[in-house]
C-alpha cells in the first residue's frame, strides 16, 4: 500500500519567516492533496496537483508536485498567525477510489 | 448547503458497547468515507461508499460496520466498543473517485474507557 511521509512533523517558526513542508510518496503519485485542519475540527481543502511539475498557489500558499521524485511541498510565504494548524497531504491510489493521508505537519506561528 | 454533518461531536462509551456514528451530506454527492485520526497521526480509512447500496472497506474496517440506503446518509456502526476505538472520526464525501476534493465533517471525538 501507499504510504506518505510528511516532514517536518512539527513546525515553529517566527511570524513573517516563509516555510516549507514536504510529502514524500512510497509509490506514484496520481494525484495529491493539500488539506489544512484546525485543531480540533475539520480539514479544509487547500489545493489537488495532478500533473508532474504542476505548481499552484493560493493567496500566500504555494504547492508543487515533482512527480519524478515522488514528492511534493507546500510552502508558506511571509507566515501569519492565522496559518497555525495541522497541515496534512493526500494521495489518490491508482484506482482513485480512496486518499492516503500522511502523518501531518503541526505548524505554530508566533506572534 | 449544510455540507457534510456529524453526530454527535463527543461521545464517551464503555468497552462492550456499542454506538451508530451519523454522516449526512446535501451535496447529492456519490462517494462517502469515513476516517478515523489517531492522536498526531494522520488519517485513516474505514470504510467508503461509492453510492447508494454499495460499500467497501478501507484501511482499518475491522471492529466496524456501515450500511449506505440512501445517497445522504452513511452512518458508522461500533459494535463491542475497545479502547483501540479512542479516536477521532470523520466522514467525507465527494462528487465521484479520482482526482476530486474530498469534503469533510467537523469530526466526532470518541472515547472508549
Known amino acids: 500500500s501507499q504510504e506518505l511521509e510528511q516532514s517536518p512533523q512539527s513546525l515553529i517558526v517566527q511570524e513573517g519567516k516563509n516555510l516549507t513542508i514536504n510529502c514524500t510518496s512510497s509509490k506514484t503519485l496520481y494525484g495529491l492533496y493539500w488539506y489544512k485542519q484546525k485543531y480540533g475540527e475539520g480539514l479544509i481543502f487547500l489545493m489537488m496537483l495532478q500533473k508532474g511539475g504542476e505548481e499552484k498557489s493560493h493567496e500566500k500558499i504555494t504547492a508543487k508536485l515533482d512527480e519524478k521524485k515522488q514528492q511534493s511541498s507546500l510552502h508558506i510565504t511571509a507566515s501569519q498567525p492565522s496559518h497555525a494548524g495541522i497541515y496534512l497531504c493526500g494521495a489518490d491510489n491508482n484506482a482513485g477510489n480512496m486518499l492516503t493521508f500522511g502523518g501531518g505537519t503541526r505548524l505554530m506561528v508566533k506572534p | 448547503n449544510a455540507g457534510v454533518t456529524q453526530t454527535p461531536k463527543f461521545r464517551i462509551l464503555k468497552i462492550g458497547q456499542s454506538m451508530t456514528l451519523q454522516c449526512t451530506q446535501d451535496?447529492?454527492?456519490?462517494?462517502m468515507y469515513w476516517y478515523r485520526q489517531d492522536p498526531g497521526m494522520g488519517l485513516k480509512l474505514i470504510y467508503y461508499s461509492v453510492g447508494a447500496g454499495i460499500t467497501d472497506k478501507g484501511e482499518v474496517p475491522n471492529g466496524y460496520n456501515v450500511s449506505r440506503s440512501t445517497t445522504e446518509d452513511f452512518p458508522l456502526r461500533l459494535e463491542l466498543a475497545a479502547p483501540s476505538q479512542t479516536s477521532v472520526y470523520f466522514c467525507?464525501?465527494?462528487?465521484?473517485?479520482?482526482?476530486?476534493?474530498?469534503?469533510f465533517g467537523p469530526g466526532t471525538r470518541l472515547t472508549v474507557t
Open positions: 451535496m447529492n454527492h456519490n462517494y
Open positions: 467525507a464525501s465527494s462528487y465521484t473517485r479520482g482526482l476530486y476534493e474530498q469534503y
